[in-house]
């Protein structure tokens, strides 16, 4: 059974400093991955889809991606105080239709 | 971008009682899933919804739930009866039509079992 697990459990960083977000996963033939953010009392926001090794930009959320070591991750460059939420890693395969969703990692922008 | 409606937002009632959760998914979208969050915990899967039928469900989907869409109207979740370990938020999620396709996630509905 797929395992995501997310690091850290909280972050805080300044206000235009790079926050990094890591996520494994124990099922190598998954190939759907995606950030999603979630602010309190809201939806969940996907900030990117990625689907083979490398990486994904989108805006100022780059995802990077590599099978072989069972990890992706998510770079978010410049952050602003709104940008403070949890941000959640979901993992699916091709062919199966339900996400596997991490623990979720609580990021604190502060100015 | 697309939204996914959930209606109520909070929801409280007493164990035993029936409750049925609503969604307004992306009006052009073809699969609809639902999830749990219990509270501090990761969110998991329980269903998801294709043509009428249940495609996948998993452990936490009970007896007691069900799940429909009638004449295309509201996606939803009926628990009958409840429990009180099903106090948790309930999110719906819609897709379109590719497998594995970006699912579009509601705000939840909180639900409180007293």
């Known amino acids: 059974q797929q395992k995501v697990q997310q690091s850290p459990e909280s972050l805080t960083v300044s206000e235009g400093a790079m926050a990094s977000l890591n996520c494994t996963f124990s099922d190598g033939t998954s190939n759907n991955f995606r950030w999603y953010r979630q602010h309190s009392a809201k939806g969940l926001e996907v900030l990117v889809s990625?689907?083979?090794?490398g990486e994904k930009e989108e805006g100022r959320f780059t995802a990077h991606l590599n099978r072989a070591n069972l990890h992706v991750s998510l770079h978010i460059r410049e952050p602003q105080p709104s940008d403070s939420a949890v941000y959640l890693c979901?993992?699916?395969?091709?062919?199966?239709?339900?996400?596997?969703f991490g623990a979720g990692t609580r990021l604190k922008v502060i100015a | 971008g697309p939204k996914v409606l959930q209606i109520p937002s909070h929801q409280i009632i007493d164990m035993g009682q029936m409750v049925t959760l609503n969604c307004d998914p992306v009006s052009n979208h073809l699969y609809f899933y639902w999830y749990k969050q219990i509270l501090g915990q990761q969110m998991e899967f329980l269903v998801n919804f294709y043509n009428g039928k249940v495609m996948e469900k998993s452990k936490l989907f009970k007896d007691q739930f069900s799940v429909e869409r009638p004449d295309g109207s509201y996606f939803t979740l009926k628990i009958q009866p409840t429990a009180l370990e099903d106090s948790a938020v309930y999110f719906c999620?819609?897709?379109?039509?590719?497998?594995?396709?970006?699912?579009?996630f509601g705000p939840g509905t909180r639900l409180t079992v007293l």
């Open positions: 979901a993992v699916s395969m091709r062919g199966n239709y339900k996400y596997v």
């Open positions: 990625i689907f083979s090794d």
């Open positions: 999620a819609s897709s379109s039509r590719d497998w594995g396709y970006e699912q579009y």
